[in-house]
């Protein structure tokens, strides 16, 4: 094939981005075909061509069905999970100023284990066995949530004889029945909103709930709701570390329910796992800096009284129970030689700290 021909139907895009290890793929109105490898968005093809609208446009016509581009007609964007026989996806499809932009996320078929992510199972392990609570994982796009998300519930599904519910948007990852009986739920297919799957989840007597994404205020609250009532729930959000966690999840309640709320979560919080994907020093893929607070009767005082921002320091005493900060992790990772000085400075909470850590 010539390296300015369109490929003919996004499924040869896709065979690509799965064959070189990428994590994305993008196929944009007036920019080349592109792809994420380890981090890095980079044209697949240094000579390619921007796609018109046109290609862009024919290529979307490729994949979506009739109802799915009526609602891209309709609404402007539209995002649902994709398969083919190489595997599974997460699609978008946007229109914008120069016409279509196809984004897929290419999700792993292998759940990979605690062991291959290199989670600290030990301290982990304990929190996924309590009967009721809440455990939330944290960190932005593409810092590997759900993979991590993944890892937890498969455990879980082999370790216990219990109920497990998935509530998705998508569904990712496909778990198996193992020791637990796992339910899959998908928002917008099997039901209207995360909300309205919550409310019915617990009806269905499950014992663990996977919940794909605390978005807004109803969610947030079933989720501490469900956990307060023995209900194991687990949930991600888009916050950086364990502080901003709890302040988001906090702000979205209206002000005189906040001393109320902040009890509730100080009791069923079991633990935050906050995580960054960095890239490696030399470049053969990426690093995982991971943050993990455990509520401690410490930990539960400071939420109880609002004070977030001393967290930081109670992590750092809390060793003992795996406790570690973001910044800590970081530095443990540029110690070994894995990420680079720059990579660990830019991505740390206190820049003076880490700086200092760096002219020791």
């Known amino acids: 094939m010539s390296e300015h021909e369109v490929l003919a139907h996004v499924d040869e895009y896709l065979k690509i981005g799965v064959e070189y290890d990428c994590s994305d793929i993008h196929l944009p109105a007036g920019y080349p075909p592109a792809w994420r490898r380890y981090g890095t968005l980079q044209p697949i093809w240094d000579t390619h061509e921007p796609l018109t609208h046109e290609q862009t446009e024919q290529l979307a016509r490729t994949f979506l069905n009739e109802k799915q581009w009526e609602h891209l007609d309709r609404v402007g964007d539209v995002d649902f999970a994709y398969a083919n026989e190489m595997g599974r996806y997460r699609a978008s499809v946007v229109r914008q100023r120069l016409g279509y932009e196809l984004v897929f996320r290419i999700i792993s078929t292998h759940i990979r284990t605690m062991e291959e992510l290199e989670l600290p199972i030990e301290h982990l392990r304990p929190l996924t066995r309590y009967q009721n609570g809440l455990i939330l994982i944290t960190g932005s796009v ?107 999840v906090l702000d979205v309640f209206p002000v005189d329910q906040r001393d109320q709320i902040r009890v509730m979560v100080s009791e069923s919080l079991r633990g935050i796992i906050s995580q960054q994907l960095v890239p490696k020093a030399d470049g053969s893929g990426r690093a995982l800096a991971l943050e993990l607070l455990v509520n401690t009767p410490a930990v539960a005082a400071t939420i109880r009284d609002g004070k977030t921002f001393m967290l930081p320091g109670i992590m750092q005493t809390g060793k003992n129970v795996g406790m570690i900060t973001m910044d800590e992790s970081l530095r443990q990772l540029q110690a070994n030689g894995l990420i680079t000085q720059e990579e660990a400075l830019y991505r740390s909470e206190d820049k003076s700290l880490m700086k200092s850590f760096f002219q020791a």
């Open 142 to 248: 593409g810092s590997g949530k759900s993979t991590t998300m993944a890892s937890l519930v498969d455990f879980i599904n082999r370790d216990r004889e219990d109920h497990i519910l998935t509530l998705e948007d998508p569904i990712e990852y496909v778990f198996q029945s193992q020791g637990c009986h796992v339910n899959q739920r998908e928002v917008h297919s099997h039901t209207e909103s995360f909300p309205k799957a919550l409310r019915g989840a617990l009806r269905e007597d499950p014992d663990i709930i996977m919940v794909g994404e605390m978005r807004n205020l109803e969610t947030i609250s079933l989720a501490l709701t469900a956990a307060e009532t023995g209900h194991l729930v687990l949930a991600t959000l888009h916050t950086g570390n364990a502080p901003r966690t709890l302040d988001r």
